[in-house]
């Protein structure tokens, strides 16, 4: 049987998509209800940090918990991965021992090297090219608030970075309009853009972009790994604040999302995670019900979920 790996949004088709959102929801609204879950009992989920997390790693964690499975974490200073091991070997050596194996890394390549040689799912939780778990998330709020998001805008303000990529990759997969608002030599991947140019575009002026929009989205100015050019990018992003006056803006319904953590006072107002448009707390708590539901299609298989 082949291996299904999650690496990017891609992996799925739009409608195996919806099916893991729904089975998230549905998952949420069990735990709401006191009801347990031991869909996982016995299983095991190897989950590899080269870059620090929250949210990961307490998502991924507790998930398997509540599943009836475990977790082991692992970092490069306790694995061979720290001591030069290729990862080719790490990647048929751990994926013999558990039952799926979760990722957060610099690079991609590092991660479809891992894929390529591992005999379960892998699970793309970060590298500096996408960050997909988070578009299930933010997927699956905008459906528990607002429904379909096919045919809406959606405006990304700020970076170009991973989380834009993915926001690219799920205007394909979810088929809505993407707007992104930076500055210019900040832009997303050239090549996606390029391949989704149908549906993505930039736009310069923050408020110009806003305008109308169903959904505005941003990240921090630096992201990690990006520490040393905190400043250069503080003076380029001083216009991209995304503030209640910018949401004003937007359709009077819009939404706010941030993947967190938040700078206040940065790419976002101090007062902006309390505006009546964020739903930030949800999409925080959704990482945890969206991986769930993603964990169990992975390892029992997405007929098996419900």
């Known amino acids: 049987m082949n291996v299904r790996h999650f690496l990017t949004l891609l992996d799925?088709?739009?409608?195996?998509?919806?099916?893991?959102?729904?089975?998230?929801?549905?998952?949420?609204?069990?735990?709401?209800?006191?009801?347990?879950?031991?869909?996982?009992?016995?299983?095991?989920?190897?989950?590899?940090?080269?870059?620090?997390?929250?949210?990961?790693?307490?998502?991924?964690?507790?998930?398997?918990?509540?599943?009836?499975?475990?977790?082991?974490?692992?970092?490069?200073?306790?694995?061979?991965?720290?001591?030069?091991?290729?990862?080719?070997?790490?990647?048929?050596?751990?994926?013999?021992?558990?039952?799926?194996?979760?990722?957060?890394?610099?690079?991609?390549?590092t991660l479809e090297r891992f894929a390529t040689f591992s005999a379960t799912p892998v699970i793309n939780a970060l590298t500096d090219d996408f960050h997909p778990c988070q578009l299930l998330a933010d997927m699956q709020t905008w459906r528990e608030h607002?429904?379909?998001?096919?045919?809406?805008?959606?405006?990304?303000?700020?970076?170009g970075n991973n989380m834009c990529n993915s926001y690219i990759n799920a205007a394909l997969q979810f088929d809505f309009e993407l707007v992104v608002a930076c500055p210019e030599g900040y832009e997303p991947n050239q090549g996606l853009m390029a391949a989704n140019s149908d549906r993505v575009s930039v736009v310069r002026d923050p408020a110009e972009a806003v305008a109308g929009a169903n959904l505005v989205v941003t990240d921090v100015w630096a992201s990690m790994g990006q520490e040393e050019e905190q400043q250069a990018r503080t003076r380029a992003f001083t216009e991209y604040q995304?503030?209640?006056?910018?949401?004003?803006?937007?359709?009077?319904?819009?939404?706010?999302?941030?993947?967190?953590?938040?700078?206040?006072?940065?790419?976002?107002?101090?007062d902006m995670l309390e505006h009546r448009s964020s739903v930030v707390w949800d999409e925080a708590e959704n990482r945890l019900h969206a991986q769930k539901a993603l964990l169990e299609a992975l390892i029992l298989g997405l007929d098996r979920i419900n």
């Open 12 to 109: 799925f088709s739009p409608d195996e998509l919806i099916r893991i959102l729904d089975h998230a929801s549905a998952l949420r609204r069990a735990r709401n209800d006191g009801l347990s879950r031991d869909s996982l009992h016995n299983r095991s989920l190897g989950m590899i940090f080269e870059k620090s997390s929250t949210r990961t790693r307490v998502s991924f964690e507790a998930g398997m918990t509540q599943l009836g499975g475990g977790a082991i974490f692992l970092s490069p200073r306790d694995t061979q991965l720290g001591r030069g091991e290729p990862v080719e070997d790490s990647a048929r050596v751990i994926s013999r021992m558990v039952d799926a194996v979760m990722i957060r890394t610099f690079s991609h390549e």
């Open 146 to 159: 607002r429904g379909s998001i096919q045919g809406a805008k959606v405006v990304w303000v700020g970076d």
């Open 242 to 270: 995304v503030s209640p006056a910018l949401m004003e803006k937007a359709h009077r319904d819009a939404l706010f999302m941030h993947c967190l953590p938040a700078h206040r006072g940065e790419e976002i107002s101090k």
